[in-house]
């Protein structure tokens, strides 16, 4: 079992570009969850999904920030355009219904 | 909002047991009492979860007062690699898991 896989580890770039984090759930899991953390706010909850379907985006800032679960192996977090408050560690878990979280490794992103 | 209170920052000497508390005094029946905890620069970790009964697994045990309203982490044999932010989180079954502060434990030599 590889775990929650992110990519890339880190990332860093201009203000104003577009962003891709990446996500692969372990297999079996049916939800997924993005989480961003800084040191001001935290661990925040972004937006998550069950069986590929978004559920609750309540948390995503704005609407610069968009995510796709477009299969129960793969989702994205993308951010057009970048800004430096962006600058965060982004993390992907996933779980099965009741059963505790998984977290990736994280994304650090930093946007200059 | 979190729903859980805990001490912002506790010690344990290494190789005694480590006793983290949380009051959750506003759960409901049907809300579950998670723990997690992350290292520097990890993800968060699985610790364990419980309903209302005691639990015990290979990292830790959990126990949860009768009326529900608070419960204790315990870790029997903290070792340097425990040290972390400890989050106690109250969940519904279906419920997304929402982090507070967390405890930041310090294990001493």
């Known amino acids: 079992d590889a775990g929650v896989i992110q990519s890339p580890r880190h990332e860093v770039t201009e203000m104003g570009q577009e962003v891709t984090l990446r996500c692969k759930p372990i297999?079996?899991?049916?939800?997924l969850f993005w989480y961003r953390q800084t040191m001001m706010r935290g661990l925040e909850l972004l937006i998550y999904?069950?069986?590929?379907?978004?559920?609750?985006d309540s948390g995503m800032p704005e609407d610069r920030f968009s995510a796709k679960m477009p299969n129960a192996s793969f989702s994205t977090l993308k951010i057009q355009p970048s800004e430096p408050r962006d600058s965060a560690v982004y993390f992907c878990?996933?779980?099965?219904?009741?059963?505790?979280?998984?977290f990736g490794s994280g994304t650090r992103l930093t946007v200059v | 909002d979190a729903k859980t209170t805990q001490p912002t920052s506790m010690d344990c000497a290494e190789g005694r047991a480590a006793n983290l508390p949380c009051n959750h005094s506003?759960?409901?029946?049907?809300?579950?009492v998670y723990w997690y905890r992350q290292i520097h620069s990890q993800g968060p970790q699985y610790i364990i979860h419980?309903?209302?009964n005691n639990e015990t697994n290979e990292m830790a045990s959990l126990i949860i007062t009768e009326d529900r309203k608070s419960s204790t982490l315990i870790l029997p044999h903290a070792t340097l690699r425990d040290t972390a932010v400890y989050y106690c989180?109250?969940?519904?079954?279906?419920?997304?898991?929402?982090f507070g502060k967390g405890t930041r434990l310090h294990i001493l030599p």
């Open positions: 878990a996933s779980s099965r219904r009741t059963d505790g979280y998984t």
């Open positions: 989180i109250v969940r519904g079954r279906d419920d997304k898991i929402i």
């Open positions: 297999s079996g899991h049916n939800s």
């Open positions: 999904f069950n069986n590929n379907v978004p559920i609750d």
């Open positions: 506003t759960i409901s029946g049907n809300e579950y």
């Open positions: 419980g309903l209302k």
